[in-house]
DNA sequence: CAGTGGATGCTCT
DNA sequence: GAGCATCCACTGT
């Protein structure tokens, strides 16, 4: 299995990323779907350059960055820079493994399945808001080997024909089925 | 099941 | 003023 590097290539640690806990004050899990997100990229929040908001994505790698969606979410990434650029990973869903019972609390429902699928419900399980900025992600490597499936990203209406998602095509607890490209 | 639309706030044009 | 890396309730099969 390949090292987890956060410094290089963020789509190589999107996919490396899956299988690794997050955990957030002892509540968290196995990353099981991600998307990447570089600065090269039209779709990356990084592409226009450096703003108040993005700016933790131009700051060290392995530390959150954390913005609002649709003015309602609070959706988490792990940033993974190279020296000089802008990019992170899209944490999109979770299988919860530590502090079940305050995930549920938090969501409102019981089903483990749905506690941290998708990246605003991931965020609300996590408790996840903006002063998480800048902070350094607690990172535990895999227990076991999983095989990891790459697609199209989800919610996105540019740059949509590049496969910077990732998942545990075996895991439950995925947003949506891994879809391709396809092929002509 | 699938499809539609509202909630809601911040960034950029 | 538009658009957005979303989710949920609601509708109709």
């Not at 998307?35 to 108040?52: L, N």
């Not at 790698?61 to 979410?73: M, Q």
């Amino acid at each position: 299995m390949s090292e987890l590097d956060l410094a290089g290539d963020p789509v190589a640690a999107a996919r490396d990323l899956i299988g690794w806990t997050l955990a957030i004050d002892g509540v968290g899990g196995v990353i099981v779907e991600t998307e990447a997100y570089r600065e090269d990229d039209p779709a990356s929040h990084s592409h226009r350059g450096r703003t108040v908001r993005t700016a933790p994505m131009f700051g060290p790698p392995g530390r959150f960055y954390v913005y609002r969606s649709y003015g309602i979410h609070w959706c988490v990434n792990i940033v993974c820079s190279p020296p000089g650029r802008g990019a992170a990973v899209l944490l999109r869903a979770l299988e919860p493994t530590l502090g079940l019972e305050r995930m549920r609390e938090r969501r409102g429902i019981a089903d483990s399945h749905r506690l941290a699928r998708g990246p605003g419900n991931l965020g609300a399980a996590l408790a996840a808001g903006p002063e998480l900025n800048g902070a350094v992600v607690d990172l535990r490597p895999p227990q076991r080997r999983r095989r990891v499936a790459a697609g199209l990203r989800i919610g996105i209406t540019k740059a949509i024909d590049r496969e910077w998602r990732f998942a545990d095509p075996d895991s439950p607890f995925v947003s949506r089925p891994i879809s391709s490209r396809p092929r002509g």
